[in-house]
């Protein structure tokens, strides 16, 4: 069910976006809609942005809020707000390694973060620990450094915590 609601919204988007131009990245005419992408050892869904196989949209389970990556003078900051399907909430996952950087689709840096303070943000990819992310079973995105998932809440931040099993710390 959760999974017809999703692709019903995301037709409406993608028409609303055809309309009015609302932002979406450029799809060749011959290109067809791209289908969810599933990580297969968590069951994770990535929503398609046809902007590429490996390109989506990343919903936080218990506030349905996107991740996104601030446009303008705030350069690095991360956080979630509605889902309006742009490119500062496009991220594309690089690579096929089970720990794999995050690449934001506007600025094209990657999601990093620090442990000693939670905060998440993104930096140039380079490769690093602290740029490499991973599903785990529960579709909690942990990361490879801190061993630590990727938090929100209803206020829009995003941070590193323990991994706890709570709906806010899942992802799809």
Not at 26 to 55: H, R
Request: a positive charge.
């Amino acid at each position: 069910m959760r999974y017809r609601i999703r692709t019903v919204l995301m037709s409406m988007a993608v028409m609303a976006a055809a309309v009015v131009g609302a932002g979406l990245a450029n799809t060749p005419a011959s290109a067809t809609a791209a289908a969810p992408i599933v990580e297969e050892k968590s069951g994770f869904t990535l929503e398609p942005a046809n902007v590429g196989a490996q390109s989506g949209y990343v919903r936080n389970s218990a506030t349905n809020r996107c991740l996104e990556q601030a446009v303008g003078g705030a350069v690095g900051h991360v956080f979630t707000a509605p889902c309006h399907y742009g490119q500062s909430q496009t991220w594309t996952w690089i690579g096929t390694a089970d720990y794999r950087p995050l690449r934001n689709l506007w600025s094209q840096e990657c999601l990093d973060g620090t442990q000693a303070t939670g905060r998440i943000y993104t930096l140039s990819c380079n490769g690093g620990n602290y740029q490499a992310w991973y599903f785990t079973p529960r579709s909690e995105i942990a990361q490879r450094q801190s061993q630590q998932c990727l938090d929100s809440n209803w206020e829009g931040s995003v941070y590193l915590s323990p991994c706890n099993q709570g709906n806010y710390q899942k992802w799809y």
